[in-house]
């Protein structure tokens, strides 16, 4: 069994940051996709950012480039997703989940095994 827990979360003020954490716990490849996906009220799924833990190649969606970082701490089976300069449209439960390495790229949820139980983040104006 494959458990994912996020921490982190929490209100901000726009134009501040927040760093979520994701520990993964329970069996699960050396190597795979971890993702960061969140969903606003009223809004789609959608995916953040991934981290391919082997290599370290980090992807992103065009919303967050240039202001959230995705990294990992191998030694500690932990992914973190800094955000600076946040918005208040980056409010939205962010939710962290780990997946096979071949469609890592695409940030889409669906390709996605295991799943944390989310986390709510807060940017007010």
């Known amino acids: 069994q494959v458990h994912l827990v996020e921490s982190g979360g929490g209100s901000v003020q726009s134009g501040g940051s927040l760093r979520l954490s994701c520990t993964v716990s329970g069996y699960i490849p050396s190597v795979y996709c971890m993702g960061w996906f969140r969903q606003g009220p009223g809004k789609e799924r959608e995916g953040v950012a991934a981290?391919?833990?082997?290599?370290?190649?980090?992807y992103y969606a065009d919303s967050v480039k240039g202001r959230f970082t995705v990294s990992q701490d191998n030694a500690k089976n932990t992914v973190y997703l800094q955000m600076n300069s946040l918005k208040p449209e980056d409010t939205a439960m962010y939710y962290c989940?780990?997946?096979?390495?071949?469609?890592?790229?695409?940030?889409?949820?669906?390709?996605?095994?295991?799943w944390g139980q989310g986390i709510q983040v807060t940017v007010s104006s």
């Open positions: 989940a780990a997946g096979p390495l071949q469609w890592c790229a695409l940030l889409r949820g669906s390709d996605f095994y295991y």
């Open positions: 981290i391919n833990t082997g290599g370290g190649t980090t």
